[in-house]
């Protein structure tokens, strides 16, 4: 027997999911979340919690801008465990011909009206002294933010049945239809709109969305506060990003309220293997010497890997699935959930209400990648 017909079904716990989940039934839809295993229990459980402007193409700073906005905005309500931190952020040029990347990304985020400015070597060594001292400079991002991926997930969660929405854990969809979805026990149920956000994994339910596993690994060092104060990447990082490339080393580096750091990142296409490999792992720390010179002072507690969703391009699917009405997307993150959940969610509740989007829609709607039809 189909289970009772809610307005909106949400596919998926992760921080996008619970974020849809969260704007939807605030704008007062009855909504009910499924998901396989529980709040928080894959990527985002996983990631790094840098909630950053990113700019690997306009519609990406158009996004991730609005996102680390509401951020900001929602800041207030934000639990301790969350730890916000507006730590701001340090995009390194490794070498003087990289420097040109850090201008000329400034240049990108002055025309945005994102605040950033080019530090030299000597600033940036003031600002980090645990930096390499031959580190031509950076750009620094002041009102970039971090926080606990996890934690973030579970308090959206929480946001999401304070206005009324229920959450399922342990309730797998087999299959998403027009109408509703159905369950792996065969029940139904029914909706006039399901939202799909089921990260890495949207293609098992929807063959012909193109997103796959994008494999990352992490390492998680011994307390050791005041090492590292701001976010530190490589101007590299967003570059290196790029889908086309099979596997991928850069660095980043980020403090946590508890002294510790996480070092990342990795990107491998390999399948569903989530097995930590020592040579990525030794990979990664020999690319943070060169950043950090005494990063082998501070002992690595643990490690582990996680799965981005990646798309076909650096701009999440975000819309109307072409050729299933009623169904909409909300995937293909890659390494930016964490920062665009809000933002997507506020995107989704707005198409399922049928109101105008604060940002234009357009560059995220799925039906970008629909090949254009004869006439």
């Known amino acids: 027997m189909p289970d009772a017909r809610r307005d909106v079904i949400v596919v998926g716990a992760g921080i996008v999911g619970c974020a849809c989940a969260a704007e939807i ?38 996004l991730t801008r609005y996102a680390r906005r509401l951020w900001e905005e929602i800041a207030p309500e934000l639990p301790p465990e969350v730890e916000f931190v507006r730590r701001g952020a340090l995009w390194v040029a490794p070498t003087e011909e990289e420097m040109a990347e850090v201008e000329a990304k400034e240049r990108v985020y ?33 009102g970039d933010i971090v926080v606990d991926a996890t934690e973030s997930t579970r308090f959206l969660a929480r946001r999401a049945q304070s206005f009324g929405a229920e959450i399922r854990v342990g309730t797998r969809v087999r299959t998403v239809a027009p109408d509703g979805v159905v ?25 012909q969305v193109p997103v796959r596993p994008r494999k990352g690994h992490i390492a ?11 976010q530190v990447s490589e101007v590299g990082y967003v570059r290196g990003a790029d889908a086309a490339n099979p596997e991928v080393i850069t660095f980043s580096f980020q403090p946590r309220t508890s002294g510790r750091y996480l070092i990342g990142a990795t990107r491998q296409y390999v399948g569903e293997s989530a097995e930590v490999e020592p040579r990525i792992i030794e990979a990664l720390l020999t690319r943070a010497r060169r950043f950090l010179p005494d990063v082998d002072r501070l002992k690595i507690e643990r490690t582990w890997t996680g799965f981005r969703p990646a798309g076909p391009d650096a701009v999440p699917l975000i819309g109307p699935l072409p050729g299933q009405p009623g169904t909409i997307l909300a995937a293909a993150h890659e390494g930016i959930g964490i920062t665009t959940a809000l933002a997507t969610g506020h995107l989704v509740a ?26």
């Open 220 to 230: 998680l060092t011994e307390p050791r506060p005041g090492f590292v104060r701001h």
């Open 110 to 142: 002055r025309d945005a009206r994102v605040e950033a400015r080019v530090v030299d070597a000597r600033t940036l060594h003031e600002m980090e002294p645990n930096l390499n001292p031959d580190l031509p400079g950076a750009l620094f991002v002041p």
């Open 183 to 207: 369950l792996e026990d065969g029940s139904e149920w029914r909706a006039e709109t399901v939202v799909v956000a089921a990260g890495w994994q949207v293609a098992k339910l929807l063959p």
């Open 25 to 62: 039934a605030r704008s007062g839809r009855s909504v009910i979340l499924a998901e396989a295993v529980d709040v928080a229990s894959d990527t985002s459980c996983r990631a790094m919690g840098h909630v950053g402007v990113y700019d690997d193409n306009s519609a990406q700073i158009v």
């Open 350 to 375: 707005d198409l399922v209400a049928g109101s105008p989007t604060e940002i234009p829609v357009e560059p995220y709607l799925p039906s970008r990648l629909s090949p254009p039809r004869a006439v």
